[in-house]
Every structure is written in C-alpha cells, then in structure tokens.
C-alpha cells in the first residue's frame, strides 16, 4: 500500500545532493511550475496543433492554450482531493496541501513530448519506423540489444518525460530538474513499450527508464512486474489524466462551434445533456440572460466542466484505498455517475464523427505525415552515412544539443526524434521546403 508521506517528495531529480532527505519546502512544486512556464519547449507549443489547424480568422486551442486550461482543472482537481484528504487525515505529515501545485505542473508538461501537427505527428513517427523506410534500421538496433518498440510505438507522453529528465549535450543532469512527484505525475502508462501491445501506450524510452526506477522506488510506488518492468500508477496521474479527458473533450466541442462545424443548437444539446432536470432548468433559464450565442456556449462549457471537476474529485477520493494499493480499475471520467458518463459518452461518439474526420482536420494529418516522414527519411539517411557531404550539411542543421554523432544508433536515431519532435507545425513545414527546394531564405 502507496503512502501520502512518502508520495509527496520534494526530491528534485538531479540535485538530490543538494537537498537533506527529510527537508520538505512546500514552494518546491510552485518552482516546478515556473520552471515549465519559462521554459522554451513550453512556449513552442504555442505553435503546435492541438486537433484543428492553428489559426486564421478564428482563434482555436493549440497545444498552449491546452495545456494551460488543463493545468487550471488540475489545480482545482488536486485542491479537492487535497482538501479532503487533510479532512481524512488530520495529523499527517504529508502535504496535501501541495496537491493542486502538483497537479497543475504536470498538467503544463504532460504535452511537452507531442510533436508537431497534432496526434497525426505521433502516428507519423511510429509508422516511419513501422511501415515505412525506418524500417531497414530495425536489424541493426535490435543486433545492438536495444529497444525497436520505443520507435514503432512512438508515445509523446514518454518523449515528455525524456524531454525533461535527459541531459542533453550542453545542458545540466537532472534535465528540468523537477520534483519526483511533478515528473511521476505525468507518467499515465507506468510500464515499457515492451508491455504497450503495439500501441502507442507506455511511460518511458529505455533510456530513461533506470531514471524512472529511482523515483518510482524513491517515492514507494509497487513494481509489478520486473521484466519488461511495470509499475502500479502514481495516484495524482489519475487526477492529471482526468483533467485532460475534461479538457479536450469539451474545448474541442467548442472550437468546433466557433469554426461552424456544429450547430448552436447540437452544442446546447450535448452539454445540457449532463444535467439532471432541475439543474438543466436552471441552466436554460440563465442563458436567456444573455444574447451572444459564444457567451452561452462557454457559460455551458464552465458549467459541464465544474461538475467534472467535482464528480472526478468525489471518485478518486471513494476509491482513495483501491488507488493506493493499485487495485483502481480504468479511468475517474470512466467512474463517473451514470448521467455523466452517458453525456459524456454522447460529446465523444459526436466528436469522433463530426470533429475528429473533418476535412480540415484530416488535411492537417495528411500533411502531418508527409512532412515529418520525410524529414525522418532524411536526417536517417544522414546519420547513417555521416561522412557524405549531404549528410554534413544536414546534420548541421540539427542543434548541438541533440548530440546526432553518437556511438550508437539507438542513440543516433533518438537524436533525430528529439529535433523533429521538438519542432513547432511552421518549422517543420519551413524546413520541408527549404530541404526540398520548395523555399529558400530570403535575403
């Protein structure tokens, strides 16, 4: 069984003998969340797609906005749990009260890992590897006992933890050097690709995953499994997870109004449809309060996701036991009551059919894929055949940091992964172009 006490380090990764083991700074996960704010990954994914293309005329959620609305449920998210928690356990050491600056920091980073043109990026990478010419790599990085389904099965969620936790060429040990919680928070598949069945399901690349031990071990999470290697989930990830499927769910809803994909009318329907009848009154009637249709819309976004947030909240703190000792089954939003989760199931069937295979967001995908794929072809060609003068020149390219030279190709093929996916939807296309020919700088 997990303990409170001993979930909610303040351990830094990295800096571990700068801090005495039993000091406890309760500013530290603050720190981590200026930290990310700051950060240049961080402002990049101001331009990177969250599902419909970046904006025109009408502004819609990026991978920034994103994250920023899903670290403000966070916040509330934890501050619930915590506050209860302090209720269930008055004398404790542990700091519940830290809970909602946990939550709201690895919610800034969950997406830092996700690379450009949305999740057709992810798919784009895996299916390099897989299906397309990546695939001549394979003998030669298995001959060297490394790790082919960390490519393949390409997860942003595991590159946002190796974006935080490596030391890349220049830069200090520790990565980010954030606190254990803040980094095991963001971890929603605490197991190798090994175990992710050929999906895009796991926590962590095998060059960060001794990293992953040392918290896991550090902060008393179970090994379930020592080979492939599998933990029992950190709890707070079941509150940053929660807070996501909160997030995407109901902003794409919305984007997909402001962009006239979907009626005034149908959005009303699917976000009234969480409320029982009383409360629906009461929501119909304030909306005849105000005549801007966006206004209604986002007075029913707030609405649905603030009983969310507490419905999430009540759920995690019922099955508190069953989360510590890793019995917990699923997903809080699958927890929900039933009148919740059948509106919610509604919002996600409409949101596949009519949202996620749109034309503009099938366009972005497509491009998603020729782009990166090629850019994937190219620079594997290169570190391959390092000494052509081609190579040389496209090597160049790629920052120092990302260390293209190394000895083996597991790592070479790692460094190539980390430029593209670390690349905003406008470089990627710029680089396209300048590689092909297409554009060339101006002068």
């Known amino acids: 069984m997990m303990n409170w006490q001993q979930l909610l380090s303040s351990k830094r990764f990295g800096m571990e ?24 990954p961080f402002r990049r994914l101001q331009n990177k797609t969250q599902v419909f293309p970046l904006p025109g005329s009408v502004f819609v959620h990026n991978r920034l906005t994103h994250s920023l609305e899903v670290s403000c449920v966070g916040r509330s998210l934890g501050e619930n749990v915590g506050r209860e928690l302090r209720r269930k356990y008055p004398a404790s050491a542990a700091h519940f009260e830290e809970l909602g600056a946990i939550i709201s920091a690895a919610c800034l980073a969950h997406d830092l890992g996700n690379p450009p043109f949305g999740h057709s990026g992810e798919k784009a990478i895996s299916t390099f590897f897989s299906e397309g010419k990546g695939q001549n790599l394979r003998e030669q990085i298995e ?37 254990y919680p803040t980094l095991a928070s963001i971890v929603k598949y605490p197991y190798s690709s090994e175990l992710s069945g050929g999906k895009n399901k796991f926590g962590f690349f095998a060059s960060e995953e001794n990293h992953y031990k040392i918290i896991a071990d550090e902060l008393g999470i179970p090994r379930v499994e020592q080979h492939p290697v599998r933990y029992s989930r950190y709890p707070p990830v079941y509150l940053v997870e929660a807070a996501d499927d909160i997030c995407y769910q109901v902003m794409d809803i ?30 119909m009637d304030n909306l005849n309060l105000v005549s801007d249709v966006n206004e209604q819309i986002a007075y029913l976004r707030a609405s649905v996701i603030g009983l969310l947030v507490n419905e999430c909240s009540k759920i995690f703190i019922e099955n508190e036991e069953k989360i510590l000792s890793g ?19 509604n919002c996600s069937k409409f949101a ?17 894929y020729r782009i990166i794929g090629f850019l994937l072809e190219k620079l594997a060609e290169a570190i391959q055949t390092p000494n052509h003068t081609y190579s ?6 790629i920052p120092e940091q990302y260390a ?31 590689i092909t020919g297409m554009g060339l700088p101006t002068v």
């Open 392 to 397: 040389k020149l496209l090597l160049e390219r």
């Open 254 to 283: 919305e984007d997909a109004h402001k962009l006239r994909l979907i009626s005034t009318a149908k959005v009303k329907e699917l976000f009234l449809g969480f409320f029982e009848d009383e409360k629906r009154r009461r929501r």
């Open 352 to 368: 596949v059919k009519n949202i996620y295979l749109s034309k503009d967001v099938l366009d972005i995908e497509l491009a998603g």
């Open 143 to 179: 001959k060297e006992g490394s790790r082919w389904t960390d490519f393949t099965c390409f997860e942003g969620n595991a590159n946002a933890i190796r974006l935080l936790m490596h030391q890349f060429k220049g830069r200090r040990r520790g990565g980010f050097a954030l606190t």
């Open 327 to 345: 019995e917990f089954e699923g997903t809080l939003i699958k927890n929900i009551s039933e009148k919740s989760q059948e509106a919610y199931t």
């Open 17 to 40: 003998e700068f801090q005495a083991e039993n000091k406890h700074d309760r500013t530290e996960y603050q720190r981590d969340f200026d930290r990310l704010i700051f950060s240049s």
């Open 404 to 434: 293209p030279l190394s000895d083996d190709l597991y790592a070479k093929v790692q460094s190539i992964i980390d430029y593209v996916s670390g690349m905003t939807d406008v470089y990627a296309l710029d680089l396209y172009r300048k």
